[in-house]
């Protein structure tokens, strides 16, 4: 059983930087895709961002693009995401994902990924 280990969420103004950290409690981050999603209240969980099984390939929703950086460390079976410039819509809680399949390229869909991070939370401040 794979388990996901999130951290780094918390209060943030706007156009602020935060960085979370998705940590794997066993060497499977390095033979897989990873991906991030959130959910805010009241809504269905979206895609933020993914990387595939090496880093080659990274995806993100248009929301982020250009502000958001997913990144993996391998050494540390680490996954990160570098949130910059965030806004008050990137409230909510974030949870990392980790899919068994290593494929070139990785998905947007919550269906893919075979475990999930307890959640972490950002919130907004003005």
């Known amino acids: 059983q794979v388990q996901l280990v999130e951290s780094g969420g918390g209060l943030v103004q706007a156009g602020g930087s935060l960085r979370l950290s998705c940590a794997a409690s066993?060497?499977?981050?390095?033979?897989?895709?990873m991906g991030w999603f959130r959910q805010a209240p009241g809504k269905e969980r979206e895609f933020v961002a993914c990387?595939?099984?090496?880093?080659?390939?990274?995806s993100y929703a248009d929301s982020v693009r250009g502000r958001f950086t997913i990144s993996r460390d391998k050494p540390k079976n680490t996954v990160y995401l570098q949130m910059n410039s965030l806004k008050f819509e990137d409230a909510g809680d974030y949870y990392c994902a980790y899919s068994r399949l290593y494929t070139s390229m990785c998905y947007r869909a919550t269906g893919e990924y075979d475990y999930w991070g307890q959640g972490n939370q950002v919130t907004g401040s003005s």
């Open positions: 066993e060497d499977t981050l390095n033979i897989g895709n």
């Open positions: 990387t595939n099984w090496n880093g080659a390939s990274t």
